[in-house]
């Protein structure tokens, strides 16, 4: 049988808060990946099909923002969703600015389903 379920790669380098979304979307009927650092989401996107991207914006080994140029030039039309703790307005027009089209700030779940919901609608 045929699984149609929409495909997030969810970029989070603290695992609890990966499994976390990984679980919700689940529950939400999406199928979630987690990564957990810019090398680990570039290998993933450049080897499977995603739907959408949720990034945070910090990693040890680079920036969400960098990442999300970089998932720009891959994938240019697929969705991306910054879901970062830092919630200041420069914060979310520089990920703006990086191509991402949504900017939600943790620990907003609701605000975060919502724009996956609003992103993904058919």
Not at 16 to 32: F, H, K, R, W
Not at 46 to 70: M, N
């Amino acid at each position: 049988m045929f699984d149609n379920k929409r495909r997030i790669l969810c970029v989070d380098d603290n695992e609890d808060n990966s499994s976390m979304l990984t679980v919700l979307l689940g529950l939400s009927s999406y199928e979630a990946v987690a990564a957990g650092s810019v090398e680990e989401a570039l290998r993933l996107a450049r080897s499977e099909r995603f739907d959408l991207f949720i990034l945070d914006k910090r990693f040890p080994d680079g920036t969400g923002f960098a990442l999300c140029q970089e998932i720009r030039e891959l994938h240019p039309d697929t969705p991306v969703i910054f879901y970062s703790g830092d919630a200041y307005s420069t914060d979310r027009t520089e990920g703006l600015n990086a191509g991402a089209q949504d900017y939600v700030a943790k620990p907003d779940i609701d605000g975060l389903l919502d724009a996956v919901n609003h992103l993904l609608a058919a």
